[in-house]
């Protein structure tokens, strides 16, 4: 055998020389081969990153959201009174300058005077989109879980100007493909006040002599109502006093407050005798005829049942009124 022969043998039994693999074919081959750890290791980060969004920041975005918010009553009317209900008909509009605009569900809700130990009833709110101006119109049969509140209630919009009405509940919310959370809804609205009746006055008063069916007197009154409210009262009795003395009972029948100034239609019996005698009396005080008399409410009632609340809330009231009793004692045909 040559040498060159042997030389080419011993060439052909060399192994080659191993390919270098480039850092992309190794990146490969290590996912191919490890990708269930690093599937485990991206799951694991992003329940890390979701979980504390979805179960802590979520929450508390959607909470300062709710706590941020407004709310406005436009309209209240209360109408079918009953000694522990009443039909309620509400318009709110939600304010709020949030970026988030999440479903509010249904929910119920305690209402009671500010700072009050419990409520006077809970009424359902529909569920609503939170967008600003977002209209909520709520009509229902409320029952009156605590009547005694809400005499205090009716009291407050009796004699002030202003009465707050605290309304809270814990509804369920959603923002887009977020899960619901539970939210706290604790808003106190301020709304005005009947101020006392400030602007109360008879605007027609007439005797009626010698009385008919009893009534000896008759008028019309003018009840202001500054509030966006209407109440249905019913039959209202008020007490008509004269120097801390009872002198007669007057009558509001059927009566509805609106919001606005109310002309409504009186009737009354009166101590005809006793005005008669104090008039012509030598020790009369009053000789130009003008009487001023002190009115509160001592009784209402709707389809023949009480309304202790409402009645409460005009017996804290007391009005004052001046009636020229002499110029209607000479248009009813009688000289002094």
Excluded at 259 to 273: D, I, L
Aim: aromatic content about 8%; glycine content about 8%; proline content about 6%.
């Amino acid at each position: 055998m040559s040498t060159k022969a042997a030389v080419v043998e011993e060439e052909s039994n060399l192994s080659p020389t191993p390919t270098k693999q480039g850092f992309g074919a190794r990146l490969a081959a290590h996912f191919k081969k490890w990708w269930w750890v690093h599937l485990i290791i991206f799951i694991a980060c992003l329940l890390i990153i979701v979980l504390p969004v979805v179960y802590v920041a979520y929450p508390k975005i959607a909470q300062d959201a709710v706590n941020d918010s407004t709310l406005e009553i436009q309209e209240m009317v209360i109408t079918d009174p009953t000694p522990d209900s009443i039909q309620l008909e509400q318009k709110q509009v939600l304010g709020t300058d949030s970026s988030y605009h999440p479903e509010i569900y249904a929910f119920d809700a305690a209402v009671s005077l500010a700072g009050a130990a419990d409520p006077f009833a809970y009424v359902t709110v529909p569920a609503v989109k939170s967008n600003d101006g977002a209209v909520i119109n709520l009509e229902q049969t409320v029952d009156l879980t605590d009547v005694s509140a809400f005499g205090d209630y009716a009291t407050a919009v009796m004699l002030n100007e202003e009465v707050s009405l605290n309304i809270y509940g814990k509804p369920k919310l959603k923002e887009g493909g977020l899960p619901k959370t539970t939210v706290t809804y604790n808003k106190t609205v301020v709304m005005k006040g009947l101020n006392k009746l400030k602007g109360f006055n008879v605007s027609e008063f007439a005797i009626i002599y010698p009385p008919v069916d009893g009534y000896g007197m008759n008028g019309t009154v003018v009840i202001p109502n500054p509030t966006v409210m209407t109440l249905t009262m019913g039959n209202v009795t008020l007490n008509l006093e004269l120097n801390g003395t009872s002198i007669g009972t007057t009558y509001l029948n059927n009566l509805v407050i609106k919001p606005g100034n109310n002309s409504v239609a009186m009737v009354g019996t009166v101590n005809q005798t006793a005005i008669l005698t104090l008039l012509t009396s030598s020790s009369n005080p009053y000789t130009d005829g003008i009487i001023p008399f002190d009115i509160t409410g001592n009784a209402t009632s709707y389809n023949g049942k009480d309304l202790p609340y409402f009645t409460k809330a005009l017996a804290a009231n007391k009005l004052s009124v001046e009636l020229d009793v002499g110029a209607a004692l000479v248009a009813a045909g009688i000289t002094l």
